[in-house]
Nanobody
Framework: QVQLVESGGGLVQPGGSLRLSCAAT????????MGWYRQAPGNQRELVAR???????RYAESVKGRFTISRHNAENTVALEMNSLKSEDTAVYYC???????????????WGPGTQVTVSS
């Protein structure tokens, strides 16, 4: 089984910064995509940022220029540096990984339990 363990998050004032980290452990052959999604109360879960094993990155329009995603393939980790935070960034942030568990296995999506990010004065 694969587990995603998140760290970071918390309360920050508008304009502040936070860093989220996520480590994938368990039965991992390789990881295709890793990234972050978020869900605010009453909203659907939405993509924040995602990076492929080859380094291709996709950001949500709302976070471009403020958030930076980075990935360490050898350690199966992904991080999200969040700057210039706004109140509308308040949400539960979920780590995501599309994992191949064996040579003949299809890629499967795994999710972390989520970490709360609150931007408020």
């Amino acid at each position: 089984q694969v587990q995603l363990v998140e760290s970071g998050g918390g309360l920050v004032q508008p304009g502040g910064s936070l860093r989220l980290s996520c480590a994938a452990t368990g039965n991992i052959f390789n990881i295709r995509d890793m990234g972050w999604y978020r869900q605010a109360p009453g909203n659907q879960r939405e993509l924040v940022a995602r990076v492929t094993a080859g380094g291709a990155i996709r950001y949500a329009e709302s976070v471009k220029g403020r958030f930076t995603i980075s990935r360490h393939n050898a350690e199966n980790t992904v991080a999200l540096e969040m700057n210039s935070l706004k109140s509308e960034d308040t949400a539960v942030y979920y780590c995501y990984a599309r994992v191949v568990e064996g040579f003949w296995s299809p890629a499967r999506a795994f999710w972390g339990p989520g970490t709360q990010v609150t931007v408020s004065s």
